[in-house]
C-alpha cells in the first residue's frame, strides 16, 4: 500500500516478517527451508561454499625473524636539542645508557645508530655502535670525536 504525503514523498508499508502468510514474509519468513542458514544464530562468515577461500588463496607476506637485533635509531637533531635543552651536558660521552637515561631511546635497545636528520652545534663525545655518513661529516665538521663499538 502506497500513501501520498502533503510533501509529494511516497511511504512504503514495512514488511515485518514472521507475521502470518497474510503478511507474504509469514511462515519461513523469507529463508526457504531447513538447513544451516534458516536457522537463528549461525553466521558463515568467510565460507564460500567449499572454494578456497580468498584469505587462503592469497600467498603471506612478511616475516619477523626471531633473533633480529634491537638497534635504536636516533638522529643528531633529537642529541642536539637535548643539549640545549640541558638535559645532556655537552663534556658528557653520549652513548646508549646516557639515552636511555634520559629517556630519549627505550629501555629494549641494546645497539644504537646515529642519523644525520637535524644539525649539530656543539662539539660532542660520542659512544655508539653505528653511525651514519651524513653524521660523521657533521661530527668531523664540528671537531667531534666518535668511538664505534664493534660487537658480535
Known sequence: MINLNTTNTIKKKKIRPGRGIGSGKGKTSGRGHKGQKSRSGVA???????????????PKRGFNSIKKPEIAKVNIGKIQLSIDKNKIKSSEKI??????KIKLVSGKFNK?????????????????????????????KTGSAIKIIKQK
Open 95 to 100: 652513548n646508549l645508557n646516557l639515552l636511555k
Open 44 to 58: 558463515i562468515k568467510s565460507f564460500e561454499g567449499g572454494q578456497m577461500p580468498l584469505y587462503r588463496r592469497l
Open 112 to 140: 644504537i645508530k646515529i642519523l644525520g636528520n637535524g644539525d649539530l652545534k656543539d662539539k660532542i663525545d660520542m659512544e655508539v655502535n653505528f653511525i651514519s655518513k651524513s653524521v660523521k661529516e657533521k661530527l668531523e
